[in-house]
């Protein structure tokens, strides 16, 4: 089956142009670097059901990555020259056998980063998959969407807000977050609502302050991401009546400048089934990477510099702003 290089599932209201005439009345095209990360979504179960979320990932999910497909991207790591592995879903976390998959890329990849919501790892389960973590050094990116209980809960779901402060206690105790630990805890803050994430910086600042003020925690790094629309957020955002303004809001925002350093341009996403695409939010769309419906375990390295990669309107969500890069 072939893929589009630009997909027709998302409709625009009619004064916004598409993503791809944008970019060319810009005079740029969206095609590749040299590819030094391997992202890798392990499944879509997760134990939220968060609002803004791109997969439309919870507890109702079955698609999960099986030992088989684990050891083909394990394989697949091993024939190419990756900097580094970004693990996300869903939650990561509840995955079957991920603190051995972790291991083994660890053997074949400098450098791992794992994506949380916090709720995830707070059971006695996740305990070999936090050793794993602190044994090969880890960077944790975990999701803490605001500073206020009711926000965080609108977002996220009741009694998430306790358990993600808890979280972050533990694994300050554990190291992460602080100086010349080499334990890096990244903050993920995104929007509650039909609005683009405020000056990262300025969140940034406000973040340490209050969270070492308040609750004694520190952390390395805050990334305020646009959310995206796709998923449970586009259903939210189409039955709510804000899918025209939002589209309009990151359309408006369109930044020509970080088109070049986007993260699709440097990287290659693998799905819970093997597949490969661009990024998540094209795995999330169905735009597959290349002409055709590509396994990992038929991949000898990953596609080349200068290859094209496919565009969709919600591309505009990591070019808005100081875009995603």
Excluded at 68 to 73: P, R
Excluded at 123 to 141: F, G, I, P, W, Y
Excluded at 248 to 271: D, W
Aim: charged share 25%.
């Amino acid at each position: 089956m072939g893929c589009p290089q630009e997909t027709q599932a998302q409709t625009l209201p009619g004064d916004i142009e598409k993503f791809s005439a944008a970019l060319k009345r810009h005079g740029l095209k969206l095609d590749r670097g040299r590819c030094r990360i391997l992202q890798v979504n392990v499944g879509l179960i997760c134990d939220l059901c968060c609002r803004h979320c791109h997969l439309t990932a919870g507890p109702h999910r079955r698609e999960i990555m099986s030992a088989e497909t684990m050891k083909e991207v394990v394989d697949f790591a091993r024939r190419c020259d990756f900097e580094l592995v970004d693990i996300t879903g869903g939650a990561p976390e509840l995955v079957p056998g991920i603190e051995g998959f972790i291991s083994d890329l660890a053997d074949v990849i400098p450098q791992l980063m794992l994506r949380s919501n916090l709720t995830a790892l707070g059971s006695q389960e996740r305990n070999d998959l936090l050793s794993t973590c602190v044994k090969h050094r880890v960077a944790l990116v975990v999701s803490f969407p605001a500073l206020r209980e009711a926000q965080v809960e609108a977002q996220r779901g009741s009694g998430v807000w306790e358990k993600s402060l808890a979280m972050l206690h533990r694994l300050n105790e554990l190291g992460y977050g602080r100086e010349a630990s080499g334990l890096e805890l990244h903050l993920a803050v995104n929007p509650g609502g039909a609005f683009l994430p405020a000056d990262q910086a300025a969140v940034e600042k406000r973040y340490r302050r209050e969270l070492q003020r308040r609750w004694d925690i520190v952390f390395n790094r805050l990334f305020a991401l646009t959310n995206t629309p796709l998923g449970r957020f586009r259903r939210w955002l189409e039955t709510s009546g804000n899918y025209d303004a939002y589209m309009g809001k990151l359309a408006k925002a369109f930044n020509p400048t970080v088109v070049p350093g986007l993260m699709c341009r440097e990287q290659i996403s693998v799905s819970w089934d093997g597949y490969v695409f661009d990024c998540d939010f094209h795995l999330a769309a169905g735009i597959c990477q290349g002409e055709k419906r590509t396994h990992v375990r038929d991949l000898s390295a990953p596609p080349a510099e200068g290859t094209l990669i496919a565009t969709a309107d919600h591309c505009y969500a990591c070019t808005a702003g100081a875009g995603f890069t």
